[in-house]
């Protein structure tokens, strides 16, 4: 056969090996000509000769799902119904072939095996995966605003049971080997050298079984929740209790996962046909939703950020061995713990005296063994990462530093005392790096010798969990610096953006008129639960009152004085909130905020905050105006920093917000907002709150001009 995408062998005893290996990409996706293709191949595996079946890869992954760039030429419902469709019917003759013909067919998955490609293995009457770290088995559809599309909906909770395919559907959290052979996705988990010999082996010992659909054994807990699933009222409650968690974690916000709640349900009540046509018909639907595009511009930004090197030349980073954090308290402690375990460097972490060490040492072995308990690690390798960290009081050590990062106090003297102390002690090649939210770069590195060397890298906290990282340079910032950062940040597992320097760079400075405004309402008489209530409703994880003392109010009120200083008085917040430094409110933290704190655990609204505030009754404002004032204060700052070059693209700016700040996913990033807004509806709308309240709302020039022209900025 003259193929392209796939390598197919029939063996002398019958067993037909094919490894998809997709020709134009790195990685195998279900482009048109790979499905094509794939529909031939079944051809020729229907035939008599055949007696079993090996499906596996000639690439480093399985299948990582549909090629994503396809789903913009689905722009009608039919055209969507009828490209699904036909891949239904592939998947459906490749489970013919075990199911009325007799021939095993047997899934060696190794790598990614998601989305259409874990619907591919579902349709195997065996999967077999490799028990390497990077093999995983998912559904994520639901993370581009859609659902399974090729049968995931209904073939998955038949093999794993109504749980765990809820579970894997609407959360679109993959599994790893240990999880997926616990609940029964998988047969066994192998080594990645032997998996297709093995994945041959079971194939010809199924051509001689009774029923080459093989029973997978399952774990007995698991066994048991499979029974209670028969129940006709157990899977009631189970689908009503999915579908109540669910809308608590999506506000009604995102269509696709209540819809891969009914395709499953239809499936599991009516029969296989009618929940594939469900499934089919939702898909169709979902891909034209507005929800489903944003979130696909946040998947393409990010893909595209993965290759971006931060600099426009073909300067080549500085290799990383050796990490210095300065500081080991959250966010040193943060920094290190990501720097060893996903980065794999040496990290020495310095603090002033042993106590402080002692705390950062522990932050990261608790990080550590968090994630060994994920990842099924051995003690051995636990031990191994651990003993990549060491910690200091004083500046032993130093001397074959590639990269520092310093994560003190936000203090302009402290940091440029630091930044001279260390250049007496680490290589000139080193490259030193300011972890600072707020501070200009351009004013740390005045202290320097080496200001190319000089760069910003602000992480966001808890520094193991969010997946930002905001890399800021100056003028003076070499491009070998900048790219050292990058692919360092990359190499922590985290997704990075470029900006260059001003106060509070990008993410951090979009903040500003957005808590300025929630204060504004709160003198005017919105509650604390009013103008957090509305930005959750809108799509924010937590209102910006909450973030407040999240963040701590103490520091939120270090933050508003450099501001104000930097930008003057469309910067400036109400007077009022220095009551709340006076009663010594700083949040979380000491327990005493916007919020009632015991034990660390947040209680409700601390409704005496409004005494402290000098502030009287409370009144109603409609929940539409505060929505809207305190996200176009957000947008009109974004587009600012887009304006003044803080921003190198709008594509940076999206992916600030949503993976640094939270915003919504679903409305694809402040930019995709304003496009799908219109730049002169947001103006207009920015005009009128610029009457009543003054220049805090004045449009960005960038928006008038935008408004003028009719461009959009993604």
Request: glycine letters at 10%; a negative charge.
């Amino acid at each position: 056969m003259d193929l392209k995408n796939h390598k197919l062998t029939i063996r002398e005893d019958g067993v037909a090996v094919l490894l998809m290996d997709r020709v134009d990409t790195p990685m195998n996706t279900l482009g048109e000509d790979f499905v094509r293709e794939l529909d031939t191949v079944v051809d020729r595996l229907e035939e008599d000769d055949v007696k079993a079946v090996v499906i596996g890869s000639a690439k480093k992954d399985f299948l990582a799902g549909a090629d994503i760039t396809m789903f913009d030429d689905l722009d009608t419902v039919d055209a969507a119904v009828d490209a699904v469709s036909a891949l239904h019917d592939i998947y459906n003759r490749i489970e013919s072939l075990h199911r009325h013909q007799k021939k095993p067919v047997i899934a060696a998955i190794d790598g990614a095996c998601l989305g259409g490609g874990l619907e591919l293995a579902l349709t195997a009457s065996m999967r077999i995966c490799s028990n390497r770290d990077g093999t995983q088995l998912g559904q994520p559809e639901v993370q581009l605003g859609v659902i399974p599309g090729a049968g995931g909906t209904q073939r998955l909770p038949r093999i794993v049971g109504i749980q765990s395919a809820l579970e894997m559907i609407v959360t679109g959290r993959p599994v790893r080997p240990y999880k997926a052979k616990k609940i029964g996705l998988v047969s066994g988990a192998v080594p990645p050298e032997v998996l297709l010999d093995v994945a041959v082996e079971c194939a010809l010992e199924a051509i001689d079984s009774e029923d080459p659909d093989v029973v997978i054994a399952i774990n007995p807990k698991h066994l048991r929740t499979l029974a209670l699933e028969k129940n006709p009222v157990g899977r009631k409650i189970l689908f009503k209790k999915a579908t109540e968690a669910m809308l608590k974690e999506t506000k009604g916000h995102y269509p696709a996962p209540k819809r891969a709640i009914d395709a499953i349900q239809i499936g599991v009540d009516h029969g296989f046909d009618a929940g594939s046509a469900a499934e089919i018909r939702f898909f169709a639907e979902l891909v034209l939703t507005p929800e489903s595009k944003a979130l696909r511009s946040i998947f393409f930004a990010q893909q595209a950020l993965k290759h971006d090197s931060g600099v426009d030349s073909d300067a080549a980073p500085i290799d990383v061995d050796n990490v210095a954090v300065l500081g080991g308290g959250l966010m040193g402690g943060g920094i290190a713990a990501v720097s060893t375990s996903k980065a794999g460097a040496n990290v020495r972490i310095k603090e002033i005296d042993d106590d402080g060490v002692a705390r950062g040492l522990a932050y990261v072995d608790r990080v550590v063994r968090r994630r060994a308990k994920r990842a099924r690690m051995s003690e051995f390798e636990v031990d191994q990462v651990l003993h990549r960290v060491t910690g200091t009081t004083g500046w032993n050590g130093f001397g074959n530093t590639d990269l520092v990062i310093e994560a003190v106090f936000e203090d302009l003297d402290l940091k440029q005392s630091i930044v001279k102390q260390v250049e007496e002690v680490v290589p000139e090649s080193a490259v030193f790096a300011s972890n600072t939210s707020t501070l200009p770069i351009t004013d740390i590195a005045k202290a320097s010798a080496r200001p190319d060397k000089v760069v910003g890298m602000h992480y966001f906290s808890p520094v193991e969990k969010m997946p930002l990282l905001e890399v800021i340079t100056t003028d003076k910032t070499s491009d070998e610096t900048t790219a050292t950062a990058v692919k360092f940040g990359k190499r922590q597992g985290k997704t990075v953006i470029v900006v260059n320097d001003g106060t509070g760079f990008y993410t951090s400075r979009v903040l500003g008129p957005y808590s300025n405004e929630a204060a504004f309402l709160l003198e005017e008489g919105a509650s604390v639960e009013a103008i957090d209530g509305a930005m959750t409703d809108w799509g924010f994880p937590v209102g910006p009152l909450l973030l407040a003392d999240e963040v701590g109010i103490d520091v939120g009120a270090h933050i508003s004085e450099i501001f104000l200083e930097a930008f003057g008085e469309r910067m400036r917040g109400p007077e009022m909130m220095s009551g709340l430094i006076a009663d010594d409110r700083k949040g979380r933290k000491n327990g005493k905020g916007f919020y009632v704190y015991e034990d660390g655990d947040r209680k409700g609204v601390d409704q005496t905050v409004y005494q402290a505030l000098g502030l009287g009754d409370r009144k109603e404002i409609d929940r539409t105006e505060i929505q809207e004032r305190l996200s176009l204060a957000f947008l009109n700052e974004a587009a600012l920093c887009l304006e003044e070059g803080i921003l190198r693209s709008a594509r940076d700016g999206d992916i600030g917000a949503v993976f640094g700040l939270g915003y919504p996913p679903f409305r694809g990033g402040p930019f995709w907002t304003i496009d799908q807004m219109g730049a002169a509806n947001v103006v207009e709308r920015l005009r009128a709150l610029e009457e009543r309240f003054g220049n805090r709302f004045t449009p960005a020039q960038i928006l008038i001009d935008h408004a003028e022209s009719g461009s959009t900025f993604r």
